[in-house]
């Protein structure tokens, strides 16, 4: 019995499941679905795509603001039959939120278009994910993505150093230096007038096989206004905090453990997006270089001019990294 898009029967589609996986893993039998309906794909279905079977396995989650549980029924990571490559397996979901930064506020969609053009305009840097568009069954834009083994630049900060100070005495450096290139990244995109879209920490991972770091989903598009790349930009801003405060260093944090130290703030202080994020961060740490700080406070609630091209931060963050 042949299968829908391929001329694999069922023991043929067993034997090359058997040979990647190990065998308390094996299905008792294999299932074909259609790939137009992403929530009919379970655990341990084939789906075939330009006629390559993909055994499906978990559903990816979510990081976005702090639903790291939360599963996306959309994103599934799968393993190509043919050559055991694991691969993303991602399909057309549509979104839509508004985000306000200040006065500014960004009606933001998931565009699979705009992912497909940026990976077609990233092919072969080392810097971004890797990956290909196909059609399902409806025609609509699937993405076949390389899966990256590697930690976030969150978790890459977290592990370094003993305490603050001797991390950004003696880590913050180097790990600035490879911030640099990552925001040389994004530049890129912006030169060839595409935005990122949804710019966070863990959508930067550090490949585990190149000690890159890269970039990963950029389906988000936003309608910016007379800002172009502020959304982007604001989101640089927030993964230059975290790495500098080596994590997020919050109100109630500092109410927790430094009170004194809560008392020395004011509202100006403070994130522009986050109230409850500290960007003033020399008057926690008072080793940081004022040049340093002063980027920071451009994504302050104080901040009376905010970045516009990546060139400026870029600027700023080179003339930054000569004080340390």
């Known amino acids: 019995m042949a299968f829908q898009n391929g001329d694999y029967p069922e023991k043929e589609l067993l034997r090359m499941i058997r040979k990647w996986l190990p065998r308390d893993r094996i299905p008792r039998r294999v299932r074909v679905k259609d790939t137009a309906d992403f929530f009919r794909v379970d655990y341990d279905d084939v789906v075939f795509l330009k006629g390559v079977p993909y055994l499906v396995r978990n ?4 990081g976005r603001f702090g639903l790291e549980d939360e599963q996306k029924f959309w994103v599934k990571r799968a393993r190509n039959l043919l050559t055991g490559d694991v691969k993303i397996l991602k399909w057309v979901f549509k979104e839509r939120f508004d985000a306000k930064i200040g006065s500014l506020v960004f009606e933001c969609v998931r565009s699979p278009e705009k992912e497909a053009r940026i990976l077609e305009l990233v092919r072969g840097r080392p810097d971004f994910m890797q990956g290909e568009t196909v059609p ?14 590697g ?10 150093g003993r305490n603050h100070e001797d991390f950004f005495h003696n880590h913050f450096p180097a790990l600035l230096d490879e911030f640099l290139g990552v925001v040389e990244a994004i530049r890129f995109l912006h030169e060839n007038n595409e935005k990122h879209g949804d710019i966070r920490r863990d959508h930067i991972i550090k490949d585990s096989e190149t000690g890159r770091y890269r970039w990963i989903d950029f389906d988000f598009n936003y309608r910016h206004g007379e800002s172009r790349f502020g959304f982007d930009l604001f989101g640089l801003g927030n993964v230059l905090l975290f790495i500098t405060g080596r994590g997020d260093i919050t109100t109630y944090r500092l109410l927790q453990e430094s009170p004194d130290l809560l008392e020395r703030l004011s509202e100006d202080d403070v994130n522009i997006v986050f109230h409850n994020r500290v960007n003033n961060l020399k008057k926690i740490f008072p080793y940081i270089p004022e040049k340093l700080n ?19 931060l870029l600027e700023d963050l080179g003339e930054a990294r000569e004080d340390l």
């Open 294 to 312: 002063r980027v920071l406070m451009h994504f302050s609630l104080s901040a009376p001019l905010y970045y516009e091209y990546t060139r400026e």
């Open 59 to 62: 559903n990816e989650r979510e």
């Open 136 to 149: 399902d069954s409806s025609g609509n834009q699937l993405r076949v993505l390389d899966y990256i083994t």
């Open 151 to 160: 930690k976030t630049l969150g978790q890459h900060t977290l592990e370094l």
